[in-house]
């Protein structure tokens, strides 16, 4: 059975480039919109890694993180941040909520493999 991985961003390009190049790698995909689409995915089932934009209408990226780190079964899971902000506030924040790491846009679609696959295998 394929890892599951959770994309949120609320560009649709960017969506679809990571799920892109996650499911060549063989990973099963779900995309949500914005954060709150993100974790009522979330809530829905069951993820093995989450990537978030920060910058997202309704909900951003670390108000998702912490949501996310308040349900018991993604206390652990691995949550990058996928994002144009690359400041060293911003990635702290992101840290304190429980970011498990910071790739910045546009991204290398081998980098991402390779951090993917460093956190989930």
Not at 3 to 23: E, G, N, P
């Amino acid at each position: 059975m394929p890892k599951t991985i959770l994309t949120v961003d609320d560009s649709a390009s960017i969506r679809q480039m990571v799920t892109f190049t996650l499911k060549g790698a063989g990973y099963a995909v779900t995309e949500a919109v914005d954060g709150q689409d993100g974790l009522d995915k979330a809530r829905a089932g069951r993820f093995d890694l989450v990537f978030t934009d920060q910058n997202m209408p309704r909900m951003d990226g670390i108000s998702l993180i912490k949501a996310l780190r308040g349900l018991p079964q993604y206390k652990t899971t691995p949550i990058l941040m996928l994002t144009t902000e690359s400041g060293d506030a911003m990635k702290a924040q992101g840290r304190a909520a429980g970011a498990t790491g910071w790739l910045v846009k546009p991204f290398d679609p081998q980098k991402l493999l390779e951090v993917v696959r460093k956190v989930i295998g």
